[in-house]
């Protein structure tokens, strides 16, 4: 396998290439790095030399964009890059049973190992493609919260690394990963959510290896993007957690993002079309004892449309156990309905009572007693039913807005 990594060397096009330098020549460098017996690909860089330092790696996050937010399946979206010590490139995407579904474009690792020096006058960096790295030391990061993953091969193999004169080395790897990220929605669609990334090494313990976010510049940027239903609102960072069992302690990095949802969309498409059905079926307080056969036609009509609207908004929503916000006000809109139907179930009571109290035959009184006792309770339900309504919504939205 060394051979072929020696081979794969002498393709690498360079600027010096051609020249007659042996410090130009990469096959060469590497050669004398590997054969001399002084560097040994299964043991970590050592700093100073010192077994009981642990080897340092510096990273920082780049995000840059988030595709999309998947509230049925809790799916997360996202792009973004971990550099430094460890350079990652990514595509989160969160999925259904807290869990989330990431893709990860270049996976980057920045660290320095000492025994790869090499002098040249010419050469900027040797860079090694695919596989062709496997016998260079590399941290064995792995994301601690992923469930499910996969390093991208179309075309070749997305991996690469860059061995700078100075030890200096640089990795990157394209990978997908499946990430878990619970979910919480009681206050949904007032809600907002976080995400997290956890990274540490699989091997090496605190003792031996830790993560550190760079303090040159901001540890994480963010560059401008837009997403559907929801803004990144901020994002955090953590550092010198340790993870483990027993005695085997790791040290590991967390990402938290903080996302926001849009509340435009439930306002057009569910409160509005919610509000104006309630608002419609109070029109029959307005169609006089006269019209009972119309009034609960009416009544009927608009709650099995708000029935049909409810079953509709249930099939785009988190299926969860417990009551979201957006269940409590569907359900106070249909018992202003259902409220409404009875009022006048009511007056047709009324009605019917009022008719058998009556002795004279005279068509006039009898008209005249119905008429006062139903104009009394539409008046008193069409001041009612609104000023409860108004009361609620006004509550409702003073709760969940702030």
């Not at 996976?107 to 493609?129: A, F, M, P, Q, V």
């Not at 469930?147 to 100075?166: A, E, F, G, L």
């Not at 997403?227 to 085997?248: A, C, H, P, R, W």
């Amino acid at each position: 396998m060394r051979t072929l990594l020696f081979a794969c060397l002498c393709l690498q096009i360079h600027p010096c290439w051609g020249q007659n330098s042996l410090d130009c020549d990469m096959t060469s460098t590497i050669r004398n790095i590997m054969e001399t017996g002084k560097y040994n690909g299964k043991l970590r860089p050592l700093p100073n030399g010192n077994w009981s330092e642990p080897t340092e790696i510096t990273v920082d996050l780049l995000l840059h964009s988030i595709h999309k937010i998947d509230d049925i399946n809790m799916e997360l979206v996202t792009q973004f890059t971990l550099r430094s010590l460890f350079f990652l490139y990514f595509i989160i995407l969160a999925y259904r049973k807290s869990y989330a579904h990431i893709l990860l474009p270049p996976h980057r690792e920045e660290w320095t190992d000492r025994r790869l020096e090499y002098n040249s006058t010419c050469l900027d960096g040797i860079t090694l493609k695919g596989t062709d790295y496997e016998y260079i030391w590399n941290p064995d990061v792995f994301i601690i919260n992923e469930k499910k993953s996969v390093v991208h091969d179309v075309m070749h193999r997305n991996q690469r690394m860059v061995i700078y004169p100075t030890g200096r080395i640089r990795l990157s790897t394209r990978i997908t990963v499946v990430l878990a990220c619970p979910m919480e929605f009681s206050k949904y669609p007032f809600d907002d959510q976080t995400c997290y990334l956890t990274f540490a090494s699989y091997s090496y313990k605190i003792d031996e290896l830790i993560f550190l976010w760079r303090t040159d510049h901001p540890p994480v940027n963010v560059v401008e993007f837009v997403m559907e239903k929801f803004n990144l609102t901020s994002y955090t960072i953590q550092s010198n957690i340790s993870v483990g069992y027993n005695k085997d302690r790791f040290q590991s990095m967390h990402v938290l993002l903080k996302f926001q949802r849009k509340f435009r969309y439930y306002l057009t498409q569910i409160y509005v079309p919610t509000f104006m059905l309630v608002v419609i079926s109070w029109i029959t307080f307005w169609l006089g004892s006269d019209s009972l056969d119309a009034r609960i036609a009416l009544g009927i009509t608009t709650l099995l449309t708000m029935s049909t609207s409810i079953s509709s908004f249930s099939a785009v929503q988190p299926q969860v156990a417990y009551v979201k916000a957006i269940d409590i006000y569907t359900g106070i809109s249909m018992f202003f309905m259902v409220a409404a139907i009875l009022e006048t179930s009511t007056v047709m009571f009324v009605g019917r009572r009022r008719n058998d109290r009556v002795i004279d035959d005279s068509k006039k009184p009898i008209q005249f007693l119905q008429k006062s006792t139903a104009e009394r309770i539409d008046c008193l339900a069409c001041i009612l039913f609104p000023l409860g309504y108004t009361i609620f919504n006004l509550l409702y939205f003073a709760q969940y807005f702030t």
